[in-house]
């Protein structure tokens, strides 16, 4: 079976630019979650998607945004990007309410 | 104080040795726990989970949960080098589920 798949594996954007990364979730996995591992802050959460619709989202500004497709794949958006915003973005997918499954992560770089 | 707690190390552990991470947690409602390997560069890979009180074995891991003293720990059995790794303690919060991780300790397995 197939695992958590991510990409790009590394996207080289500049400031006020747009990044858009993709996941798609192991099969029958509904929920996603998208976390950030920014340097030295450890692993934050982002937002969950689930059934197609965004559940929670975490203590990040609106242009921290994304949607889940009807193939339960899912796409952050990030606009406007800052330096700050530089980090490792992982995906992770789950059954709803069971044991999250982490992707191999996009490592976003903000020049 | 933070919602998990892990001492960032490094902990250094000779190669056949016993290697012990903890995690502390201030949430008292906390159900359970997850124990996440991440080599470096790489995401985090899920290693065990706990939900219960007293020890969990897998193989040469064994995890502890005391949620009279809001403690977690994982112990890892004749150690070997591949297991050198940032080890990452979390657990699930609220009805989205999502992980809130501790800072991970970074464990050295000397041969």
């Known amino acids: 079976e197939a695992g958590v798949t991510q990409s790009p594996t590394h996207l080289i954007k500049t400031r006020g630019q747009q990044a858009t990364l993709r996941c798609s979730p192991i099969?029958?996995?509904?929920?996603v979650y998208w976390y950030q591992q920014a340097l030295g802050l450890g692993l934050q959460f982002l937002l969950w998607y689930d059934e197609g619709e965004e559940r929670n989202r975490g203590n990040f500004p609106p242009r921290f945004s994304g949607r889940q497709f009807p193939n339960y794949s899912s796409e952050l958006n990030v606009n406007a990007l800052e330096l700050e915003d530089s980090a490792l973005y992982l995906c992770a997918a789950s059954e709803r309410g069971e044991t999250q499954y982490f992707g191999p992560g996009t490592r976003l770089l903000v020049l | 104080q933070k919602e998990v707690e892990q001492n960032s190390g490094p902990l250094s552990v000779p190669e056949g040795a016993i290697a012990s991470l903890n995690c502390t947690y201030s949430?008292?409602?906390?159900?359970?726990f997850f124990w996440y390997r991440q080599y470096s560069g790489k995401s985090p890979e899920l290693i065990m989970f706990?939900?219960?009180?007293g020890d969990k074995e897998d193989g040469r891991f064994t995890a502890q949960l005391n949620k009279a003293s809001q403690y977690v720990s994982l112990l890892i059995r004749d150690s070997q080098p591949s297991d050198s790794a940032t080890y990452l303690c979390a657990s699930p919060r609220g009805s989205a589920q999502k992980l809130v991780f501790g800072q991970g300790t970074r464990l050295t397995i000397n041969p």
């Open positions: 706990i939900y219960s009180n």
């Open positions: 099969s029958g996995h509904t929920s």
């Open positions: 949430d008292r409602g906390s159900q359970s």
